[in-house]
């Protein structure tokens, strides 16, 4: 896709869209928009390949990539991307979960709160950093607690959408765990409403999704009493 003319040619207007959109972090769908040959490149030829186009944005920016300091930065942030902080990207890193039998009959719900959230937001490729909140309850079958993290891990390193997030991990879950009994909450902050725009540090945006028994009022209650109690 050439950008280049694009942005020169653009009226303020339609600027000011392109802008608004980033700001609004509106998402158009709840899949990650991906090309159809996403992964067509093997990791390491996205690093050479996004080494490059970051070499000519430093490039541009006016920074002098001979300085010791700053010849390695282009491999860096590629295999940063690839990866680290956009690895969930491709489905060859997703988790995989085993389930096990529910051999202590425990029936009441499982919530793991404060799973740490390290994202990065897709209309500014800044990091969204905070917790997830996730529960179910169980269907005769139980799963690692560990899993639970990664799978939240897997879907926070891709550019995200916060809201999108909280519905692919949580579509997620029902389908590894088998059963629609789950809730996810996100509390997280965003650095790219922190850094430019309102330069907000303070305020950060919490996102739900509640399926099966957590629509019901009690236990949603419930929930919200384990995550918030005591804090
Ligand atoms: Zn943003």
Same mark, same amino acid.
């Given at each position: 896709?050439?950008? &280049?003319?694009?942005?020169?040619?653009?009226?303020? @207007?339609?600027?000011?869209?392109?802008?608004?959109?980033?700001?609004?972090?509106?998402?158009?769908?709840?899949?990650?928009?991906?090309?159809?040959?996403?992964?067509?490149?093997?990791? @390491?030829?996205?690093?050479?390949?996004?080494?490059e186009h970051f070499a000519s944005i430093m490039d541009t920016l006016g920074l002098d990539l001979s300085d010791d300091s700053l010849q390695g930065t282009p491999m860096r942030v590629a295999k940063m991307y690839v990866e680290e902080v956009f690895s969930?990207? &491709?489905?060859?890193? @997703?988790?995989?979960?085993?389930?096990?039998? &529910?051999?202590?009959?425990? &029936?009441?719900?499982?919530?793991? @709160?404060?799973?740490?959230?390290?994202?990065?937001?897709?209309?500014?490729f800044v990091p969204i950093i905070g917790v997830a909140h996730v529960a179910y309850i169980n269907s005769g079958k139980v799963v690692g607690l560990s899993k639970l993290n990664r799978i939240v891990d897997y879907f926070a390193?891709?550019?995200?959408?916060?809201?999108?997030?909280?519905?692919?991990?949580?579509?997620?879950?029902?389908?590894?765990?088998?059963?629609?009994?789950?809730a996810v909450i996100i509390d997280a902050k965003h650095m790219c409403v922190s850094l430019r725009g309102?330069?907000?540090?303070?305020?950060?945006?919490?996102t739900a999704s509640y399926s099966g028994a957590f629509q019901n009022e009690e236990t949603k209650r419930e929930f919200l009493q384990y995550i918030y109690s005591g804090k």
């Open positions: 896709m050439k950008q &280049n003319g694009i942005l020169l040619n653009l009226t303020e @207007k339609e600027f000011d869209l392109i802008e608004e959109v980033g700001d609004g972090h509106i998402s158009t769908s709840l899949e990650t928009p991906m090309k159809p040959d996403a992964h067509a490149l093997s990791d @390491k030829e996205k690093m050479a390949k996004i080494a969930g990207l &491709n489905p060859k890193n @997703k988790p995989e979960v085993k389930l096990f039998e &529910n051999k202590y009959g425990y &029936n009441e719900m499982l919530v793991e @709160k404060d799973i740490k959230v390290h994202s990065f937001c897709e209309h500014h390193k891709r550019p995200q959408v916060q809201e999108r997030m909280t519905m692919q991990i949580a579509n997620e879950l029902k389908e590894a765990l088998d059963t629609e009994d789950v309102v330069e907000d540090t303070s305020s950060s945006t919490v």
